[in-house]
């Protein structure tokens, strides 16, 4: 059976006898220290170990402390085992220093690092314990979701108002009749619930009589109309008269019913503000001449 033919299964031990065979791959052990400390005694300090046979040793300096296995720097010594698997070096370096190893075998590719151990220097001096890297997150926070967009208001419902359009006069009269009052209460109720109304008063006249003396009783009607409101209460600004005389009949016959429906005062309302006006032409103050 093959080495490869066994499959990688679990991890071995980081050094085994029997790792070529543990593993797949055919794995080399890493080396093995004699001493986890060695000191220079009348000379530089004798490093040894032991590792596979024939293989090469590359001592690194430890960049930082991690704990028994750390981050390796540069290599800064190599040694070769001999066929009982023993190496040694000589290190003539008047500074200590921390090390791990690494075995690499041509035929069986290289191996974990060993324990970090201590090296003194000729000079006696310790060497000082790597200081570890400390860890910066390099993750930043996610962005904060976008704000919710709030939805449009919907437009508010438009309110619906119902207005009489119009009151009525008797043939050459001006005076409001007890119908035409009640008729003007409503738009004086309307006016007082909604004080942003104005509205314009215009006043119409049948044909008959002249032009000059129907624009000036069409003027009277219209005044007639707003004293009356002014008396109601509404302020005098939120009124205006419009006289149009004989110009703008509501009818186009010449019946007493239609001159009665030419005589009149319409309303106008001015600065609605959304309202729904709904106008209602009414005939219940109608006064037909005899």
């Given amino acids: 059976v093959r080495a490869y033919q066994r499959a ?59 704990g028994i296995y750390s981050p390796l720097g540069e ?29 690499s075998d041509p035929l069986y590719g290289t191996s974990e690092p060993s324990p970090v151990i201590k090296v003194v220097g000729t000079a006696g001096t310790m060497p000082d314990r790597p200081t570890p890297t400390p860890y910066i997150a390099s993750c930043t926070p996610p962005e904060p979701p976008p704000e919710p967009v709030p939805p449009e208001p919907e437009p508010p419902e438009p309110i ?7 009151i009525h006069f008797a043939l050459d009269r001006s005076n409001i009749s007890p119908e035409s009052a009640n008729i003007l209460d409503q738009l004086a109720a309307a006016m007082k619930e909604y004080p942003f109304l104005t509205v314009e008063l215009q006043g119409h006249t049948d044909p008959r009589a002249s032009v000059a003396y129907n624009q000036a009783l069409s003027e009277r009607r219209a005044l007639s109309a707003r004293d009356y409101l002014l008396r109601q209460g509404i302020a005098p600004e939120r009124l205006r008269i419009l006289p149009l005389g004989e110009s703008q009949r509501a009818t ?26 709904i106008f209602e032409s009414q005939e219940s103050d109608l006064q037909i001449e005899p």
């Fill in 8 to 66: 990688d299964g679990a991890n071995p031990p980081r050094n085994s006898h029997h790792r070529r065979t543990d593993t797949a791959n055919g794995a080399i052990n890493a080396p093995e220290f004699d001493r986890y400390e060695f000191v220079a005694t009348d000379g530089p300090a004798m490093v040894s170990g032991k590792a596979d046979p024939g293989s090469e040793i590359d001592i690194y300096q430890v960049v930082e402390d991690d």
């Fill in 75 to 103: 290599p800064i010594a190599t040694a070769t085992a001999d066929d009982q698997g023993q190496f040694q070096l000589a290190w003539d370096q008047p500074d200590g220093v921390w090390v791990s190893a690494i075995a």
């Fill in 160 to 166: 619906t108002l119902r207005i009489p359009r119009n």
């Fill in 252 to 277: 186009t016959g010449s019946s007493r019913l239609d001159y009665a429906r030419d005589r009149r005062v319409e309303f106008i309302l001015i600065d609605t503000r959304g309202l729904d006006i």
